[in-house]
């Protein structure tokens, strides 16, 4: 259309509601202006009836001169006509002339206005002080004549008489008058618009209530309501006039789905007529008049009264300011007339309906760039764009129908058919014959010429696409495209068509439309042949003839395209066409033999391919292969799957149909969501009969979801893909003169396992003739290896743990790998003191077990062992590449018996040996022995280090008990492993050369069963001769044996362990006693506590090197530090509970200690716990020196040991297997010397005391005891 185009005038409807004027006509000439220019400034607020939303008006109106004429008839239901109020004007203030003319003029206006029903009137009365002037005489007061119109004629309705006082002049007295006057005149015509208009409804509402009689038109009533329409259309509510339209609209609609369905109204007769003119829509008028006197007589035709109807409904909307709601509805109204028109049976010529609905369709577009500017059109053009899309199909199947896109042209009858659509047009319409542009000039010129035609459709085709794009919606564009391609292909211009053809396929097969797929790929295939694109229709004519939407005579077609192209030519060096393998054939299955999918170098693979052929008949294959690539990565070098081979069946490869060509994105593409379809019925609820059926989607959100942002433009089943060259140099699988069957395929590949290595599947290649299809890539990924293994030898227990001391069977493994055990191989095991090998007995020698790759056994024989001071050698049996061999040999870990280590020793290959050391495992209450061996093998030149770990199933412990002078030794063997032993033959012997002591064995039994997790005591008493040794060196002996081998011999085990400083030094005697003038203890009652301390024993030359300190009158003495603590808080230390005490290194020497306790409960109470400590000053002298003296008769201590009572509680300071300092923190951090704590060693000092228990009393108390008896 031309921009420049001059936007038509919007004429809008020029009545008003009608005031009558009577009397005075020149007093109402007067005042017609400012009475016109005033009335519709103020709003006024209009209440309506039902309920309804009150809404504001500016209310105008058309003054004429009463008239009895104008008065309405009974029966007028006109509103346009009728007058709501009626005025009578006077300026009389004469008495006389009131009387003699005045007062007859206004019976005579009111009988009029009584017989005619009318009740809505007003009397004003102008006053101007001009008037009075000239009539001073005889005018009468001021409100006398006012007064007088009253009495005669209101009565009752004062307020129907008026007065406007000097409405010519400018004060404030007229304004006051004037705003008076508006606002009455304003309520009274308001109240007639409401009374009349509710009266007029109501006899509407009779009238349509009376539709189903016989005799009810439909025409009559519309122009009933349409009076409605225009007179809220005069008070300018276009909404309220909208839905007057609208209702007429859906009661008209009703009335034809009733004919229909079998329902039909006789009035519908009228609009059965057959369609003569089709003209299209008139939208550039307010009013059609031409139109509605036609639906005013019921001689309107369907596509008359649906045009006329919308008009009006189009001029409304405009003036609400919603252009694009007439879009809409205009594309409603055009589908909906088509329908009506097939409902009703109205006889149409071909063609005529296309012709109207272009027309309209234009018509529309013209009106809505009429009212809005460029820019708003450009971006409402989803609004609009539907209009254009109908209109280009519609203009497409004039062409078809008047043979313009033929290429032979029109001929006669088609000229003739177009001759007769022309004519029903009629001339063109006034509004539009200066516009060159036109509607009808467009359609006129369309159908006139093929060029034209032409001309004409491609460039509403291609505004339709365009606006389709801008809006995203690329699936209607792409419907327009495909529909341009069908113009193409009729015009035999195949090369434009194939593009817009593409892209509708792209659309399709993301989405999943199979249908429409297929019938786009046959049209694309006939324009590929007519474009002798050889490649791309033979890729086509795969897709059809795998295609199962087709026929089978349409799929055997395209099948055999494929083969006559593929024996046109003999000669081998042509080019051969690439196709891909998708449309021909779906790799379904792959499988690996071995399953495991990896060999060793040379060994037999074979892969099975499953093919599903797609083809409708065989299909001879002069050579099927697949390309491999082989990489140099050892990964795998014990021969694992590789990929997508770890799946629950082994050496099996499912391909998921459509993911083997292009991996998981097309796959997901290609595939898309299911459709999720329900039926739904429509039953009528008077007898449940079935009115009608459908099918609903519900996942339409899915289904419909647009894919073309994100879409690849080489989709799978699309357009061809690349042509892949397959590299014949290559390693490759390959078979000759393979005929596929329709369906499933076999296809057995003897892989290449030559190089080590990794080969993964590229290709897949079918070649028929000069036809190749290929399939690009293979996925998931699939790939087997070859390896070329090293030998290898391992070592493993055959039962978990191994436990030291005790014959204990490993495993040998050699895996041969790539090496070939011949004749007088052997291995070379170096033999340690620690675990030596046990040789096999003669009635059970050793034997070796022969397994090939797949673990299956294939031979045994047996070893020859030979062992010397040093080296055990085991010979081989001969045994092939890729065998693995096992045999099983008996070892023995010596259990340590202690910390001596003899020297050093070397193994066969000249390495220091590293004695075992014994560890605590941390997932074991065991001890660990790691004991490693070294083989020398006959395929290299280094030695192989082997470790096992064995655990020791005894944990020992020792300990010194004393009895006064008498020492015991005893020996705890705890059983910490899972197996039960008998324990016999225990000795406790000294490793001394010179036995000065005497064990004797308290131990009555003389074999124990030890159970797992148990312990055992063996018990031995010292006895000596001269005197006892400050050390004792023992050694422990045993021999044990598992409880479940009754058979088996027993094993030594030894113990090695030293004592120091068993001599008992002191002893240590306690003795409570009660207080003064008391015989027994009692709680809460101080009692004193004496403490002997006795030496027993003369000082050896170690005790007087670190214990002389000095002498007291001639005697050697020591210090001791004594400490009194009671853990179980049955007694209160009452004083010091420590101190010094210097004893002499005499024997029998004695020193006794007083102290204070108080027992603190009643009972069999134990002795306070008694502790003695060496005190051992510093080298260093203190300034000032204590006095033993004192210290022996006053047990208190001496000045260097205040620092402990400046501190706390000398019971806080004990001695726990290590020496402490005793001294403050500030002492040692100046470096003063500091005396030190160290205890004794268990068996020094002999408390005869411990376990002694003393009786408490409870404390006496009198209590008094009141009884009350009655």
């Known amino acids: 259309m031309e921009p420049q185009e001059e936007k038509p005038i919007i004429y809008t409807m020029e009545n008003k509601p009608i005031v009558t004027c009577a009397g005075d006509q020149a007093l109402f000439t007067s005042l017609y202006t400012p009475l016109a220019q005033q009335l519709p400034r103020e709003p006024m607020e209009w209440r309506r009836t039902y309920g309804r939303a009150p809404k504001m008006i500016h209310l105008e109106a058309n003054f004429v001169q009463f008239k009895e004429d104008l008065l309405p008839k009974e029966g007028n239901k006109a509103l346009l006509t009728f007058p709501f109020l009626h005025i009578y004007w006077t300026d009389c203030c004469d008495t006389e002339v009131y009387k003699s003319s005045v007062k007859e003029d206004m019976t005579r206006w009111q009988s009029s206005l009584r017989v005619h029903g009318s009740a809505d009137w007003v009397i004003v009365v102008v006053e101007t002080s001009d008037a009075k002037k000239k009539n001073k005489t005889n005018i009468l007061p001021r409100s006398s004549i006012v007064d007088k119109i009253r009495n005669d004629f209101c009565n009752k309705q004062n307020d129907r008489c008026v007065v406007l006082s000097d409405p010519l002049k400018d004060s404030s007295r007229s304004q006051e008058s004037w705003s008076s006057f508006l606002l009455k005149l304003r309520t009274l015509l308001l109240m007639s618009f409401t009374k009349n208009l ?144 097939r409902l009703l049976e109205v006889s149409v010529l071909e063609g005529a309906l296309d012709c109207w609905v272009f027309l309209s369709c234009l018509e529309v577009l013209h009106r809505i760039e009429g009212c809005c500017d460029p820019a708003q059109l450009a971006a ?260 694992r799957a590789k990929g997508a081979l770890r799946q629950p069946n082994p050496g099996i490869v499912h391909f998921p149909p459509g993911s083997s060509s292009g991996g998981p994105l097309q796959s997901s593409l290609a595939g898309g969501p299911a459709l999720e379809l329900d039926e739904i019925q429509d039953r009528s609820p008077s007898d449940n009969s079935l009115n009608s059926a459908g099918m609903v989607c519900k996942n339409t959100h899915l289904v419909m979801r647009c894919h073309d942002s994100g879409s690849s433009p080489d989709l799978p089943n699309c357009v061809s893909p690349a042509p892949v060259a397959m590299d014949d140099g290559a390693q490759m699988l390959k078979t000759h003169n393979v005929t596929l069957l329709p369906g499933d395929n076999s296809i057995v590949f003897t892989a290449p396992s030559g190089d080590p290595g990794t080969y993964t599947l590229r290709q897949l290649c079918a070649t028929v003739g000069q036809v190749q299809f290929v399939l690009p890539h293979i996925y998931p990924l699939v790939q087997y290896e070859v390896y070329s293994q090293e030998p290898q030898l391992t070592v493993e227990p055959l039962t978990e743990p191994l436990l030291a001391g005790l014959p204990q069977k490993v495993r040998f493994t050699l895996q041969t790998g790539h090496y070939s055990v011949k004749k007088g191989d052997a291995l070379q095991l170096s033999n340690t003191d620690s675990m030596p090998i046990l040789p096999p007995s003669p009635s059970s020698p050793c034997a070796a077990t022969i397994l090939n790759a797949a673990s299956e056994r294939v031979g045994e024989a047996s070893l020859s062992i030979q062992a010397s001071e040093k080296v055990t050698s085991i010979v081989l049996p001969l045994t092939p590449p890729y065998h693995t061999l096992e045999f099983q040999l008996e070892v023995l870990c010596v259990i340590p018996s202690g910390p001596h280590r003899p020297p050093g020793e070397r193994l066969t290959n000249g390495e220091v040996r590293h004695r075992p050391r014994s560890y605590s495992h941390p997932d074991t209450p065991m001890t660990a022995i790691d004991q490693r061996m070294s083989i020398d093998c006959p395929w290299s030149i280094y030695s192989t280090l082997l470790a096992l770990t064995f655990y020791i199933p005894f944990k020992t412990k020792h300990s010194l008990l004393s009895a006064g002078n008498r020492k015991f030794i005893q020996v705890c063997v705890q059983n910490v492993s899972d197996v039960s032993f008998h324990l016999t033959e225990q000795h406790l012997t000294e490793q001394q050369q010179e036995c000065s002591l005497e064990l004797q064995s308290l131990n009555t039994k003389a074999q124990q069963l030890v159970s797992s997790k148990q312990c055992v005591f063996c018990l031995w008493e010292v006895k000596w001769k001269a005197c006892l040794p400050a050390c004792l060196q023992c050694v422990f002996s045993a021999s044990f044996s598992p409880s479940a081998h009754q058979t088996s011999s027993f094993k030594p085990y030894h113990y090695d362990f030293q004592l120091e400083r068993v001599t008992t030094l002191y002893s240590l005697r306690a003795e409570i006693l009660p207080g003064a003038g008391e015989q027994s203890c009692h709680s809460g009652t ?119 009572d400046d501190q706390a509680d000398t019971a806080s300071i004990r001695s726990r297997g290590s020496v402490l300092s005793v001294g403050s923190g500030e002492q040692q951090q100046r470096g003063l010397p500091m005396p030190r704590l160290e205890p004794f060693n268990p068996g020094q000092v002999f408390n005869h005391s411990q376990g002694l228990q003393v009786l408490v009393l409870p404390a006496t108390d009198d209590h008094v005891l009141e009884v009350n008896a009655t």
């Open 198 to 341: 509710g009266r007029f409804e109501d006899d509407m509402r009779t009238l349509r209530e009376k539709r189903t009689q016989p005799g009810w038109s439909f025409c009559e009533y519309f122009m009933v309501q349409e009076e409605l329409a225009f007179v809220f259309e005069m008070l300018q509510q276009f909404e309220d006039a909208l839905v007057q339209y609208d209702e007429l609209d859906a009661l008209f609609t009703q009335y034809v789905l009733n004919f229909g369905a079998g329902d039909g109204a006789n009035w519908l007769g009228s609009f059965c007529a057959p369609v003569k003119a089709w003209s299209g829509l008139l939208l550039r008028r307010p009013i059609d008049m031409e139109k509605r006197e036609g639906i005013q007589r019921g001689e309107a035709s369907l596509l008359d009264l649906r045009s006329y109807l919308f008009s009006r409904q189009c001029t409304l909307l405009i003036f609400l300011q919603r252009p694009w709601e007439v879009t809409h509805r205009a594309l409603e109204l055009l589908h909906t007339c088509v329908q009506e028109l």
């Open 1086 to 1204: 101080l009692c004193g506590l004496e403490v002997s301390i006795t030496r027993l024993a003369e000082p050896s030359e170690g005790e007087e090197e670190v214990e002389g300190q000095g002498e007291t009158e001639g005697l050697r003495t020591t210090k001791l530090m004594y400490e009194v603590a009671d853990s179980s808080s049955s007694w209160a230390v009452c004083g010091k509970s420590s101190g010094l005490v210097s004893m002499p290194l005499a024997v029998c020497a004695t020193h006794k200690i007083h102290i204070e306790v108080m027992p603190l409960f009643a009972g069999h109470l134990p002795f306070p716990k008694i502790q003695v400590f060496k005190y051992l000053p510093h080298s260093a002298l203190p300034a000032i020196q204590p006095d033993p003296d004192s210290c022996v008769e006053n047990d208190t201590l001496s000045l260097l040991d205040k620092a402990l």
């Open 380 to 639: 409402n053009c989803s609004h609009t764009v539907g209009l254009w899309a109908y209109a280009t199909d519609k203009l497409k199947c004039l062409g078809y129908l008047c043979g313009l896109v033929s290429d032979q042209g029109p001929t006669s009858e088609d000229l003739n058919r177009t001759v007769d659509l022309l004519a029903g047009l009629g001339d063109e319409r006034p509004e539009t014959v200066s516009s060159l542009q036109s509607p009808y000039k467009k359609l006129k010129e369309a159908l006139s010429s093929v060029e034209a035609f032409e001309r004409h459709y491609l460039e509403l085709s291609h505004a339709a696409m365009e606006m389709y794009r801008a809006i995203g919606r690329m699936r209607s564009a792409r419907l327009v495209g495909k529909s341009l391609a069908e113009f193409y292909m009729r015009k035999a211009d195949p090369d434009h068509a194939e593009s817009f053809l593409q892209d509708a396929l792209r659309s399709y097969v993301s989405e999943g439309w199979n249908l429409p797929v297929t019938h786009t790929r046959k049209q694309i295939a006939a324009c590929q042949k007519l474009l002798v694109r050889t490649e791309d229709y033979l890729q086509t004519s795969a897709l059809l003839a795998g295609d199962g939407n087709l026929t089978s005579e349409e799929r055997e077609h395209f099948c055999q395209e494929i083969l006559t192209f593929a024996g046109q030519s003999t000669d081998s060096k042509a080019q051969k066409v690439a196709l891909s393998m998708t449309a021909f054939a779906q790799l379904t299955q792959l499988q690996f033999r071995p399953a495991t999918a990896s060999v060793h170098s040379g060994a037999a693979l074979q892969v099975e391919l499953r093919l599903r052929s797609l083809m409708p008949v065989p299909v001879p294959l002069e050579q099927l292969a697949a390309s491999l690539h082989f990489s140099l990565e050892q990964a795998g070098t014990l021969g």
